[in-house]
């Protein structure tokens, strides 16, 4: 069964707390990606990683950093976080980097940021 | 910087009508095109995807690719009400690690 697991699925921090978002996938998977969805603005990219201890800045990177020490497994961390972070943060991973390759998608994690 | 723009924002069609989605991309050397369709409080889930100049049907879903005008659409015959959700289009750009996202069509079907 192929699934993208993300955790937590809420999560409310105070401005100024560091937040971890963490993301597994079974597939084995190589490629993994972090994006972020706002009403308005559609999902936007904030890291991609092409396997373990190699990652890339996406369109967004500010503010974020990733970890991914196994193929499994990708977070995504905030340090002090801010309000303008509240977002829903979506997890996707596919096979490798060929473009007709499908993203498989997490449920979410909807991140407040008070 | 790549780009995607989808039209209309919103769609509202009746049970049994074909519905038509609308998605350009800003650089022809893009890649693979996709569709994906996403519920509320859901991931995204692939619909449809196509590489080459023409058309693309599976099911009740056909998707047109016109490389010279950077525009792809998306048609969904016989639309249902379970068809109602936000359609995303997604381009892999010449990075083809990096896929870049519309904002989305929201479509109600009504029954």
């Known amino acids: 069964d192929m699934k993208v697991t993300q955790m937590p699925r809420y999560l409310i921090k105070r401005m100024g707390e560091n937040v971890l978002l963490e993301c597994g996938q079974d597939?084995?998977?190589?490629?993994m990606y972090w994006y972020r969805q706002d009403p308005g603005l559609g999902l936007q990219l904030i890291y991609i990683s092409y396997d373990v201890d190699s990652n890339s800045e996406g369109d967004i990177p500010k503010g974020y950093r990733v970890s991914r020490k196994k193929r499994e497994h990708f977070s995504l961390i905030l340090d002090s976080a801010k309000t303008n972070q509240t977002s829903v943060y979506f997890c996707?991973?596919?096979?490798?980097?060929?473009?007709?390759?499908?993203?498989?998608f997490g449920s979410g994690t909807r991140l407040t940021v008070l | 910087q790549e780009k995607v723009q989808q039209s209309p924002e919103s769609l509202i069609v009746p049970e049994g009508a074909m519905s038509s989605l609308n998605c350009t991309f800003s650089n022809s050397a893009s890649q693979s095109i996709w569709w994906y369709q996403q519920h509320p409080g859901k991931g995204p889930e692939a619909l449809i995807?196509?590489?080459?100049?023409g058309n693309k049907k599976e099911g009740r879903l056909t998707v047109y690719l016109n490389r010279a005008s950077l525009h792809v659409s998306l048609h969904i015959r016989d639309s249902q009400p379970s068809d109602s959700a936000v359609y995303l289009c997604?381009?892999?750009?010449?990075?083809?690690?990096?896929?870049?996202f519309g904002k989305g069509t929201h479509l109600h079907v009504l029954p």
């Open positions: 597939m084995s998977h190589e490629t």
């Open positions: 995807s196509i590489f080459s100049n």
């Open positions: 996707a991973s596919r096979l490798g980097g060929a473009s007709a390759e499908t993203l498989y």
């Open positions: 997604a381009v892999s750009t010449t990075n083809a690690y990096k896929v870049i």
